[in-house]
């Protein structure tokens, strides 16, 4: 299948600094990819779309000037997380989508964030 | 909108039992169905998919069986080890590419 390459895997960054993650598809152009966050022991909940060349589109309850995405080229996508505060730290995920008739969504290895 | 309805943990078995976690799905359109994997600390882990209804997805001893007529994709194993305890995710991808989880089932297999 194809790959879908998340970095950093592990990140513990101060309060009120801001986390860059990203998102790169390996081997296949992803006009779409997805950013899941995963509390501790519990299931992962979408939190918004990334669109290549175009604004992501987030779900609700989450604050997109908090997180930022950005989707500029179609191998990569970019979540932001600005003034991490302790209650940020999750695991967040991406996701990137196939194009063609058996479309498919590949994920990447998921970017554990850790804010004291 | 689609949703995932996993049974409830936590499971715990003793090694070599027989494993069943159920899991129904409701959807639009003709969704993929997938189980992932989590081992404690780590990221999610592909274990097995069927991108159609009759489809019997299988790896590593597991299968499930994409079930339209009861949107089910049950997930099954023979014999379970020790090696197998992790939390497992059902999981549906629609056309559009979003994915939906199950809420997780935890499964501990004891010696």
């Known amino acids: 299948g194809a790959v879908v390459s998340q970095h950093p895997s592990r990140v513990i960054c101060k309060s009120g600094t801001s986390v860059k993650i990203e998102c790169r598809s390996l081997d296949f152009q992803a006009t779409t990819m997805f950013w899941y966050r995963q509390f501790p022991k519990q299931s992962l909940m979408l939190m918004a779309t990334?669109?290549?060349?175009?604004?992501?589109?987030?779900e609700q309850g989450v604050e997109k000037d908090k997180f930022l995405i950005n989707h500029a080229s179609l191998t990569l996508s970019t979540l932001t997380v600005t003034s991490a505060h302790p209650e940020d730290s999750s695991f967040y995920i991406c996701?990137?989508?196939?194009?063609?008739?058996?479309?498919?969504?590949?994920f990447g290895q998921g970017t554990r964030l850790t804010v004291v | 909108g689609d949703s995932v309805t996993q049974m409830e943990g936590p499971v715990t078995l003793s090694e070599e039992a027989f494993l069943t976690i159920n899991c129904t799905y409701t959807a639009t359109g003709y969704p993929s169905l997938f189980w992932y994997v989590q081992y404690p600390g780590e990221g999610l882990q592909l274990l097995l998919k069927?991108?159609?209804?009759?489809d019997k997805g299988s790896n590593k001893g597991f299968e499930a069986t994409y079930r339209k007529e009861t949107t089910s994709f049950h997930l099954e194993k023979g014999s379970v080890q020790v090696s197998d305890s992790a939390v497992y995710f059902c999981a549906l991808t629609g056309n559009a590419g979003k994915s939906t989880f199950g809420d997780g089932t935890t499964l501990t297999v004891k010696p």
């Open positions: 990334s669109n290549e060349g175009s604004k992501a589109t987030y």
């Open positions: 996701s990137a989508k196939t194009s063609g008739v058996n479309t498919e969504a590949f």
């Open positions: 069927a991108t159609k209804a009759d």
